[in-house]
């Protein structure tokens, strides 16, 4: 099986699944928050220059032309674009510069042209680690000297904790799939059930921080994205009262880059500088 194969296959997941609402539901919402938190810290001043590759439907893309950034998305889902395209027409004032299918691993920019790029999907979704690098090396021949890079991982152990928390560890279907995860971090889904995602590669915290030493960054920070705190079996009620938030959010802050938590978070997201 060869990556490209791989991203036909989730290029067709993503087709038949709803990502532009995802962030808006349960957990979900602690990574949309806790992300755009992380990607504040190292934000450089507007209107800097940013990539988003493998941006999605725009969620943060779309986030940063509000606040004036010039940013410039693709992804490899045509439908993806698309709804990035619809969201940003309805910012006529920060509307996105560019919003293309494409690949991340070919990106179709000037060296040294970007001031900030993401990689908040790529990187889990390039199942070899060679493809990884090869988008890795092109973050890095886009970015300024000086540029950040935001790289998101999948935890090693996220579907043992997923399937153990929301009851399905049992299931003799998904058997395999986590057993392979924790195997090798190669995650896959021939039941066809999306529930179990589609193709990926599952990092431990280490192996995300050596591919981004291996293709030239400096390394800023390793961080817990949710930590254990979408393990929460009453999430929405703590989410959904301000107050029991904000202790979520600190708790998860205090614990974001002890070692010991990182494998425990479903996203580990990884800060480089060029």
């Known amino acids: 099986m060869t990556d490209d194969d791989s991203i036909e296959r989730i290029v067709r997941y993503y087709g038949d699944a709803e990502e532009q609402s995802r962030l808006r539901q349960g957990w979900f919402q602690l990574e949309h928050a806790r992300t755009r938190e992380l990607i504040l810290r190292h934000l450089p001043p507007a209107p800097a220059t940013i ?26 889902s045509p439908k993806h674009v698309q709804q990035a395209q619809t969201a940003s027409a309805r ?24 001031d900030g790029l993401l990689l908040l999907g790529p990187l889990y979704h390039l199942v070899e680690r060679e493809e990884r690098l090869a988008c890795l ?23 043992l904790f997923d399937s153990l928390t929301h009851g ?30 589609t193709d990926a590669f599952f990092h431990r915290p280490g192996e995300l921080s050596r ?24 999430f929405d009620r703590l989410w959904d009262d301000p107050a029991q938030r904000e202790r979520l959010l600190a708790a998860v802050r ?21």
């Not at 591919?211 to 817990?224: K, N, R, S, T």
């Open 51 to 76: 990539i988003d590759a493998g941006g999605g439907a725009g969620a943060y893309a779309c986030w940063l032309a509000a606040l004036g950034h010039r940013v410039h998305l693709i992804d490899p």
């Open 91 to 114: 910012l006529p004032d920060h509307s996105l510069a560019s919003a293309e299918v494409g690949d991340a691993r070919k990106l179709p920019y000037a060296d040294n042209s970007a």
């Open 137 to 159: 090396r092109e973050a890095h021949r886009a970015l300024r000297p000086g540029g950040v890079l935001w790289g998101a991982g999948i935890s090693h152990f996220a579907s």
């Open 168 to 197: 399905f560890f049992d299931d003799p279907v998904f058997a395999p799939i986590v057993a392979r995860d924790l195997e090798d971090g190669q995650h896959r889904n021939p039941t066809g059930n999306p529930l179990y995602f």
């Open 211 to 234: 591919e981004f030493l291996a293709a030239g960054f400096e390394i800023l920070a390793v961080v817990a994205i949710e930590g254990p705190a979408w393990l929460a079996r009453d």
């Open 254 to 274: 205090k614990v974001e880059r002890e070692p010991s938590v990182l494998g425990v978070s479903a996203h580990v997201m990884a800060i480089g500088r060029k």
